[in-house]
């Protein structure tokens, strides 16, 4: 994975993902939490907390502490977070030595590039989690459901602009990781313009590996279909419950 995303273009991290876009996702996060729960979940970890965009839309529901790798990207969600308990630490390792009654892994759990590493994540959800909790993962998609895509966007702040093209695609179908290249093109406060390249490598696994996964660790595992209005077929979730 290239770090100029969550590094040196953390700074500009509201325009490339403005935290407003987040809310119907959010919204379908909560559902899901709330409808799969054995009981009404009060603590929630976020693992991979990113620039803190969901959980700026779930935190009025549940009693939130977040994690990421990135202390850059954790500075952006104590802007918009202040009042969050925030920690620098990897997924697949972090210990804080307590325990929620939910546990969420947006989409930085496609970073997992191996089976290993999503084991690794899964445990520490696994490990967070009280008995009678809930996990709920959201890979961007599963390898049944992967298809190439291009997509664009960015917003403008004053005289400041952002714009990107993303670009995801599959260079060997026979492994179980995808590319996605990002072109930025930054205009600072004087109009200057510069471009920039980012490679992100992501993992791919079949819906079998995740329920399986789920499984292995110790969840009673779960998938649903969730819709978006961005999204003609929707995006599989995975959930699960520690009995």
């Not at 967070?128 to 966007?153: M, Y």
């Not at 279909?225 to 009995?243: M, N, P, Q, T, W």
Request: with cysteine; hydrophobic share 40%.
């Amino acid at each position: 994975m290239s770090e100029h995303m969550y590094t040196d273009l953390a700074d500009w991290w509201t325009l490339l993902s403005p935290v407003e876009e987040y809310a119907e996702e959010a919204g379908l996060f909560r559902s899901v939490l709330l409808d799969h729960a054995l009981t009404r979940p009060r603590t929630l970890l976020e693992l991979g907390s990113g620039g803190g965009n969901n959980a700026f839309h779930l935190k009025a529901d549940f009693d939130m502490t977040l994690i990421d790798l990135a202390a850059d990207m954790l500075r952006q969600s104590r802007k918009i977070n202040p009042e969050l308990r925030h920690h620098q630490g990897d997924m697949r390792d972090v210990r804080l030595g307590k325990q929620f009654d939910a546990v969420f892994i947006h989409d930085a759990i496609d970073y997992m590039t191996t089976r290993a590493d999503l084991e690794r994540a899964m445990t520490t959800a696994y490990v967070h989690c009280r008995s009678g909790g809930v996990v709920l993962l959201v890979p961007d998609c599963t390898a049944e459901r992967f298809e190439p895509d291009t997509s664009s966007g960015g917003t403008d702040a004053g005289r400041r602009g952002f714009r990107y093209l993303e670009w995801s695609w599959d260079p060997d179908a026979d492994d179980e990781m995808t590319t996605t290249d990002y072109v930025f093109a930054i205009r600072d406060e004087h109009g200057d313009v510069r471009v920039m390249h980012d490679r992100h490598i992501n993992g791919l696994f079949s819906r079998d590996v995740w329920l399986a996964t789920l499984a292995h660790v110790g969840f009673e595992p779960h998938s649903r279909i969730c819709e978006h209005s961005d999204l003609d077929a929707g995006y599989e979730v995975f959930i699960g419950l520690k009995r």
